[in-house]
């Protein structure tokens, strides 16, 4: 393994947008994976958003990041 010197050396890529993950940057892991960011990291786990209570009312099947869609 290399010895890492360069502050901007990329030393990854987020699987879900591809932006480069620079070495020092703060990243989210889910596994082996690093993220670059919340949305990408709810992207990669498959969260939804819905509003409290759709669930009772079974209108939780309609919003915006439900990856069922």
């Known amino acids: 393994m ?26 989210l892991k889910h596994g082996v994976d690093l993220l670059c960011s919340t949305a990408c990291f709810i992207k990669h786990i498959g ?9 009772e009312r079974g209108d939780a099947s309609q919003h915006e990041n439900d990856p069922t869609d």
């Open 2 to 27: 290399s010895k890492v010197t360069n502050p901007l050396e990329v030393i990854d890529y987020c699987p879900v947008c591809g932006a480069e993950l620079l070495f020092g940057q703060l990243v």
């Open 47 to 55: 969260a939804v958003v819905i509003t409290a209570g759709d669930h």
